[in-house]
């Protein structure tokens, strides 16, 4: 939901959503011999890495069945926790995913936590191979002082609790405060300041939960800074992102003209190409560059002058500050501001790092919410994991040392790229495990699948939840929309889900 946030771009031709090119991969379909006919393979984790993954040995190999196992009462992860309740249009990939859930060969067990209510192992056992497509659950930590305090969280628990992610509806922020800064600048950066301004009834038939709308409505935040260790040229967000905001209803930016001194000319000659080390600029990098220096630098037209002088909310980008404290509010019971120290750029290209000048500042605010990225967190003692990148050490998808054991997506890479990165990542996995299968490397003869799984989780008394559930949840979220012309109203409590089940 970036750590970008998964982006989608375009309509009419989501590459995604189409079979590979041949050429692409070549196909083990109808080259499998008689032991290889029928593997079981286990998929754990139903977001896009995971259902992207299981399409395609669903396609490649015309016997093979496939588990997708999910923590989480309902499927689709970061598409339905992640993408902005305003971003409708992005989450029609769950049509594709459907298509795969629905296959005769491929089944979803959600409500099953791998790790705690069956461990990887035990999964081995059943299965000719296991793929681990869970993730980033988790967001990396400031780790400065104030870090704790009331009214600080991380970007990611606010977008999970904004679009109903069970284990975020506590979060209950406190938007009684008139400034919000954001640490980061990236597209998930801009999701949050976007719903923080946008005025409530553009929210109201969207699929943002019924209790953050409720608080939203209440709020009494009026501007919202974005801050940055480095640069107008390291952002990290995106062009539709950008003009989102530049257009949003009531807003208008705050951008200082100073930040983009030079940088028309890096953009038109040798010194933009010697600064990124690149002997062309990207088009979309170059598109980018040219809005932030329009809406900083010139004046705007009548129509959009006259918007931004109507605004009652702003929003800027603060850059070349690094945050160095969450400073407490006198009585020490929330936060009042982030001290924040001045920085200048050293190194080129990719090697840019931001380097304090000695110089402090503090930036006043009562919320403040960390935007530097998500990390994926180790799910069994059994699975090596290295912590400092956050991933499953894997080569080509093939995790270290651990033969049959596979991962893709996040916890693969890390969290970066866009959905289409992640589904080319979810495939090249997948022709790696069927490689593996073709070459003989993956236990022969029959293993039980999830008979032997189910077994287990009825004897803990753990009760999966089936694609077949999840579509009577699904109909009942939409019913109760109707009633106030949303799309739907997510549930958010797991046991309410499991009574309406009869669980």
Sequence with gaps: MTSRCWRWWGRSAWPWTRPLSTGSTPSFRHQFSTQEKTPQICVVGSGPA?????????KQHPQAHVDIYEKQPVP??????????????????????TQ???????????????????TVPELREAYHAVVLSYGAEDHRALEIPGEELPGVCSARAFVGWYNGLPENQELKPDLSCDTAVILGQGNVALDVARILLTPPEHLEKTDITKAALGVLRQSQVKT????????????????????????????RPILDPVDFLGLQ????????????MLTEVPRPRKRLMELLLRTAMEKPGREEAAHWASASRAWGLRFFRSPQQVLPSPDGRGAAGVRLA????EGVGEATRAVPTGVMEDLPCGLVLSSIGYKSRPIDPSVPFDSKLGVIPNVEGRVTDVPGLYCSGWVKRGPTGVIATTMTDSFLTGQTLLQDLKAGLLP????????????????????????SDWEKLDAEEVARGQSTGKPREKLVDPQEMLCLLGH
């Design 50 to 58: 995971g259902f992207y993954t299981a399409q395609h040995l669903l």
């Design 76 to 97: 689709f992860g970061l598409v339905r926790f992640g993408v902005a309740p305003d971003h409708p249009e992005v989450k029609n990939v769950i049509n594709t995913f």
């Design 100 to 118: 795969t859930a629905h296959s005769g060969r491929c089944a979803f067990w959600g409500n099953v936590e791998v790790g705690r209510d069956v």
């Design 224 to 251: 919202v800074w974005l801050v940055g260790r480095r640069g107008p040229l390291q952002v990290a967000f995106t062009i539709k992102e950008l003009r989102e905001m530049i257009q949003l209803p009531g807003t």
């Design 265 to 276: 000319d890096r953009l038109k000659g040798t010194a933009w190409r010697q600064s990124t």
């Design 342 to 345: 001045v920085t200048r750029l």
């Design 444 to 467: 022969s003869g029959p293993r039980p699948g999830s008979a032997a799984i189910q077994a287990l989780l009825s004897s803990r008394g753990v009760q999966p939840v089936s694609f």
